[in-house]
C-alpha cells in the first residue's frame, strides 16, 4: 500500500479481556508474544506512513493498542503520530472496573484528540462508532481468532469498504480476504 509521501490511517478492533483465550498479564507468555507483535505491528505501520491511530477506548484490545501509540510517542522513538480516541458516548468508560477505568483515564489523559460521538448510550452506539473508525482509516488491525460478535462485525465492514485488515493472531489467517498477519508490503 506504500506511496510515495502518502499519510495513512489506522484503526484498531479486537477482543474485550474475557474473550482472550490467554490472560491480560505479563505474566502470560501468550500475552507476552501479543504485545510484541502489536509493538512490531504498529512500528511496520508507521514506516509505512501511517501516522494517525484511532481508539474506541473498549475495554482490552482497544486500551492495550492505545497504550502501546503513547509508549511509542513517549519513548521518542517515533515522532508525528497522532492517537484520537472515538468515544461511542460521553461516559464509556463508567461500567468499568477500577483497572480499566485507570488504564481509560491515561489513555485520555495522553491521547491527541478525544473525539465524543453521542452523549448518551444507545442501542447500535457501539457499532457507529466502529464504522467511524472504518471509514476514517486505511488501515485495520485486530487480534483475531474466528469469534462472533463486534471485533468480527468490524472486520466484515472493514473488509467491505476494502480496508487492509492485519490480524497480530499469526495462527489465524482465515476467513477475511485480504487478512495478514504481519504488513509484508
Not at 501468550?30 to 512500528?43: A, D, P, Q, R, S
Not at 483515564?105 to 472504518?134: A, P, T, W
Not at 488501515?139 to 463486534?150: A, L, S
Request: glycine share 6%; aromatic share 14%; with cysteine.
Amino acid at each position: 500500500m506504500s506511496e510515495t509521501n502518502s499519510i495513512y490511517k489506522c484503526c484498531f478492533t479486537g477482543y474485550r479481556p474475557s474473550k482472550f483465550p490467554f490472560k491480560l498479564s505479563v505474566n502470560d507468555e501468550k500475552y507476552i508474544k501479543f504485545e510484541n507483535n502489536l509493538v512490531e505491528g504498529i512500528l511496520e505501520l508507521i514506516n509505512e506512513g501511517c501516522r494517525v491511530f484511532y481508539t474506541g477506548m473498549a475495554m482490552g484490545f482497544d486500551i492495550i493498542a492505545a497504550e502501546t501509540v503513547i509508549l511509542l510517542k513517549k519513548s521518542h522513538i517515533i515522532e508525528n503520530i497522532k492517537l484520537i480516541c472515538v468515544l461511542p458516548f460521553e461516559n464509556q468508560g463508567e461500567g468499568f472496573g477500577e483497572f480499566w477505568q485507570k488504564k481509560l483515564d491515561f489513555v485520555i489523559e495522553n491521547c491527541d484528540e478525544k473525539m465524543v460521538l453521542s452523549k448518551d448510550y444507545h442501542k447500535g452506539c457501539y457499532q457507529i462508532r466502529n464504522k467511524y473508525m472504518v471509514d476514517n482509516s486505511d488501515y485495520v488491525v485486530t487480534w483475531y481468532d474466528g469469534k462472533q460478535g463486534g471485533t468480527r462485525n468490524t472486520l466484515n465492514y472493514a473488509q467491505k469498504k476494502k480496508r487492509y485488515i492485519v490480524n497480530l493472531n499469526v495462527e489465524y489467517l482465515k476467513e477475511f480476504n485480504n487478512i495478514q498477519s504481519k504488513i509484508d508490503l
